[in-house]
């Protein structure tokens, strides 16, 4: 894959990258890093997960999660490292069950999805050099949000 390979490279000339893997019906950016030392900062690994997480803290707390609870560092080398947010986690059974029941109409209109989505760019384009996103392409609900509804350059 392409993303993982440019990901790795631009790491490797000292450049801060985070690669989501925002494919959440076909995700795969993982098994580019299976020989990598990975650490994870949760167990709640994934942005489905994360996009999950955002309804149960609006409703509670009226707060957002944390992203960086989400991230996964990639160790390239001793110094080297890339982060990557995963579209889910391999550990959980029922992963597909949870993007057929995840609502993109409630996420967006009743959980304030897009302006989490836009403070996730804000926040991405201050922490990193480069964002990697690798989406669904087609015409799903999933697919159709990162052209319509983020720009991250």
Same mark, same amino acid.
Not at 31 to 37: A, K, R, V
Not at 113 to 126: A, C, M, Q, T
């Given at each position: 894959?392409?993303?993982?390979?440019?990901?790795?490279?631009?790491?490797?000339?000292?450049? +801060?990258?985070?690669?989501?893997?925002?494919?959440?019906?076909? !995700?795969?950016?993982?098994?580019?890093?299976?020989?990598?030392?990975?650490?994870?900062?949760?167990?709640?690994?994934?942005?489905?997960?994360?996009?999950?997480?955002?309804?149960?803290?609006?409703?509670?707390?009226? +707060?957002? !999660?944390?992203?960086?609870?989400?991230? =996964? #560092?990639?160790?390239?080398?001793?110094?080297?490292?890339?982060?990557? @947010?995963?579209?889910?986690?391999?550990?959980? =059974?029922?992963?597909? &069950?949870?993007?057929?029941?995840?609502?993109?109409?409630?996420?967006?209109? #009743?959980?304030?999805? &897009?302006?989490?989505?836009?403070?996730?760019?804000?926040?991405?384009?201050?922490?990193?050099?480069?964002?990697?996103?690798?989406?669904?392409?087609? @015409?799903?609900?999933?697919?159709?949000?990162? !052209?319509?509804?983020?720009? @991250?350059?």
């Amino acid at each position: 894959m392409a993303l993982a390979n440019i990901a790795v490279l631009l790491a490797k000339k000292g450049k +801060k990258v985070l690669a989501v893997d925002w494919d959440l019906e076909a !995700p795969g950016l993982d098994g580019y890093f299976d020989d990598y030392e990975v650490s994870q900062t949760s167990t709640k690994m994934g942005l489905l997960s994360l996009l999950e997480r955002v309804a149960v803290l609006k409703k509670r707390y009226n +707060k957002k !999660p944390d992203w960086r609870k989400y991230v =996964s #560092k990639v160790h390239l080398s001793d110094t080297e490292t890339l982060d990557v @947010i995963w579209s889910g986690s391999k550990k959980n =059974s029922d992963y597909i &069950g949870s993007v057929l029941k995840f609502d993109w109409n409630d996420f967006f209109e #009743k959980q304030d999805g &897009g302006p989490f989505i836009e403070s996730l760019r804000n926040e991405w384009k201050e922490e990193y050099d480069f964002i990697l996103i690798d989406s669904r392409t087609g @015409i799903t609900d999933s697919g159709g949000i990162l !052209p319509s509804r983020c720009r @991250i350059f």
